[in-house]
């Protein structure tokens, strides 16, 4: 088992910055990616970023390209830095553990789930 837990997330206004974290422990060699996704009110859980364990490749949402930066540390820790916040990014963030190999922006293809933390941009 893999444990996720975010931090980081609350409240900025339109144009500020925010990083969010997620600290994986527990069978953490078995991670072969991470990646983050978000839901906001009454819409599906989405994808945002994805980044590879061992090689350190990244994928994104084309929504946050050049605004947002998936990256990884040695110590188990993933991070999502978001510049440029608006008002659309709004949302409950989540982060997402792979064991298979590949990355993938589709829910369904990640293993283990962080509980999610609030993300308000304000205009």
């Known amino acids: 088992q893999v444990q996720l837990v975010e931090s980081g997330g609350g409240l900025v206004q339109a144009g500020g910055s925010l990083r969010l974290s997620c600290a994986a422990s527990?069978?953490?060699?078995?991670?072969?990616?991470m990646g983050w996704f978000r839901q906001a009110p009454g819409k599906e859980r989405e994808f945002v970023a994805a980044?590879?364990?061992?090689?350190?490749?990244t994928f994104y949402a084309d929504s946050v390209k050049g605004r947002f930066t998936i990256s990884r540390d040695n110590k188990n820790t993933v991070y999502l830095q978001m510049n440029s916040l608006k008002p659309e990014d709004t949302a409950v963030y989540y982060c997402?553990?792979?064991?298979?190999?590949?990355?993938?922006?589709?829910?369904?293809?990640?293993?283990?789930w962080g509980q999610g933390t609030q993300v308000t941009v304000s205009s």
């Open positions: 980044i590879s364990w061992s090689n350190g490749n």
């Open positions: 997402a553990a792979r064991v298979g190999v590949a990355l993938f922006d589709v829910p369904t293809r990640y293993d283990y």
């Open positions: 527990g069978r953490t060699f078995s991670i072969y990616a």
